[in-house]
Structures are given as structure tokens and as C-alpha cells.
């Protein structure tokens, strides 16, 4: 049988140490800063990726830190306030988180792959740039490397349930959670035998500039990769950035009020029932009290009535008579006769 000191050890100091540990000591901030640092060293060359990321992740955490205040809150209404907060954190996620990466994607595909662009832009990749490096028009416009986002989710999605299999004492709902979300096909690690390496417009502009040493006068700055691919990515910023501005300004307000107001208008008739209950209760208290009143009148009525006059002066002037002498004019009735 265990002591409540091994109780106490195993189910509250030993936890505790292992989360302390785990997430709270030097080692795992050292790692947590290690893995952020090479996220952002890997996508340092994808300034729209790391604009539309620090937005999204000010969004999300803005919305969750509201969640949490109103948990915490003691006001009356807060249930109904933190599904209103869920409800507009949904609408950000669908208008105004996801749609950026989507348009980031799809216009990167046309700039890279050469249908959309400029006439300068055409010409210096095709008779500057191309010659010098040596590389092939299947390399200047490769799109490999970009990836659909259903395709970058599901790697995610994939790395996340492989790390969820090896806790031990998985969940049941758990265990088939993960079987349920593998059954998608782009649930799935990237196969790295099957990619083909080839260079991208990037690598081909920076080589350009190895060669040329940032000094080709044709170019801004001397350099092919600000000319080209920062015309590129500066198109990128300006759509994505416009549409977010947009969706985050104008179309969200106008759906979080229409939200609101259908909300309230659910709220409205979900209580209108029980405060017309309340209404009639008041009601019927009302004319009790006024029935109550109504008879008081009347009682008051009746004592100042005739008879109750009548009676009224009966008494007074009973109150009034000498007993003494009633006994002595009719001594014949005795004092006996008075005695009350």
C-alpha cells in the first residue's frame, strides 16, 4: 500500500519536474529558440512567407489571449462572449489567415514559371542572366520547389501524428484521431528519393551575382537577384499584403456585425421565453397586491358605514356611563348585576 508521501511524489512532484524539465529549463529553451531561428534562417529568403507568418501568428494570439481574459473574467454575459470570440476567430481563419498563403502560392507559380512578368524581366533571364550561368530555360522557370498548401499541411499534419505515436499510453480517440486523418493522401512525409534536384530562379539570380560580383550595371544595385527576384517578391508583398489589408478592414467588420447582430437576435428569442415568465409573475404579483388594496378600501368603507356609526356611539357612550350610579338608582339589581 503506498504512504501518502510516495502518493504525493508520484502524482504531483514527479509530473511537475518532467513538465519543468521538458518545457521550462535552459535546454528546452535553448531548443525551442534553436528551431525558430532555423525556420526563419530557412525562409529568410521568402520575405512574404515571414510577413504573412508574424500576421497570422498576431491574429491567432490575439484572439486566444481574448478567449483566456474572458475565461477569467467574472462578467455575467462571458458564455455568450466567448462563443462570439470563437465564432470571429473562425472568420479570421477563413477570410483573413489562410486566403494570403493561397494568393502567395498561386502568384509565385505564375511569376516563377515566366507567364506572368515583365518584358525587362524576360529579357535579362533569357539573354543576360541564362549565358552567364550556363542554365537551362527548364531550370530559369522551375516551380518544383513551391509547394501546394494542402501538400505543406499535410507534411505538417504528417510530422504531428508521427511525433503523437511515440507517447506511450496514447488515448483511444487519440489513436483513432491520426488513423482517420492518415487516411488522407496528403497526409504524407515528402520522399526524398523521388525529388529530382533542380535549381530555381533564386539560386540561378545569386549565382549571377557570384560571377559578376553585384557590379552588372544593367541592374539595381549591380545585382540580379534585386532586380529580378526582388520585383518578384515585391509584386507578391504588394497583392497579399493588399488583400489582407482588405480582408482585415473591410470584409471581416462587415462579417463579424452581421454575425453579431444574428447572434444577438438568437440570444433575444432564446430569452424572451423565460423573461415573459418573469413578466407575468410581476403581473400577477401586481394585481394580488391590487386585489389586497381593493379590499382594504372596502373593509375601511364598511367601518365608516352607518351602522358601524351607530354602533361606534353605542360604545362610546357605554365607555362614558358611571356604574355607581346606575347601582344606586336600581339598587334592586345589586351589585352583582354590574359585574362584568
Known sequence: MKTPKSIL??????????FQNKYLSRS??????????????????DMPFILLLFNSVSIISSHLSQIRGLKKSNRENKDYLITQEYKEFGLDLLFTVVPPFLLKNFLEKKFY?????????????????????????????NTSHIKPLKQTIGTWTAQLTNRLKKIQDLPMSVKKL????????????PDKNQAIPMATMKQIAVDFDNIRQN???????????????????GMTIIATLAYTILASSVITPMLKNK???????????????????????????????????????????????????????????????DYGKINNINPKYGTSALKI
Open 9 to 18: 511524489q508520484d502524482k504531483l512532484l514527479i509530473p511537475l519536474y518532467n
Open 28 to 45: 528546452a529553451l535553448f531548443k525551442t529558440c534553436n528551431k525558430v531561428a532555423n525556420l526563419i534562417f530557412k525562409k529568410s529568403d
Open 113 to 141: 514559371s515566366g507567364q506572368w512578368t515583365t518584358k525587362s524581366a524576360r529579357e535579362h533571364l533569357l539573354y543576360t542572366i541564362t549565358p552567364t550561368v550556363g542554365a537551362a530555360k527548364e531550370e530559369l522557370y
Open 215 to 233: 557590379k552588372f550595371k544593367g541592374f539595381y544595385n549591380g545585382s540580379a537577384y534585386d532586380e529580378i527576384i526582388g520585383q518578384l517578391e
Open 259 to 321: 454575425l453579431a447582430n444574428k447572434t444577438y437576435d438568437k440570444q433575444i428569442k432564446k430569452n424572451k421565453k423565460p423573461r415573459l415568465n418573469v413578466l407575468n409573475k410581476i403581473l400577477s404579483l401586481k394585481d394580488k397586491e391590487t386585489k389586497s388594496d381593493k379590499n382594504t378600501i372596502d373593509l375601511y368603507s364598511l367601518v365608516n358605514s352607518p351602522v358601524f356609526s351607530d354602533m361606534n356611539n353605542i360604545l362610546s357612550s357605554a365607555n362614558n356611563t
Open 178 to 189: 491520426i488513423n482517420f486523418v492518415e487516411k488522407n493522401p496528403n497526409v504524407r512525409l
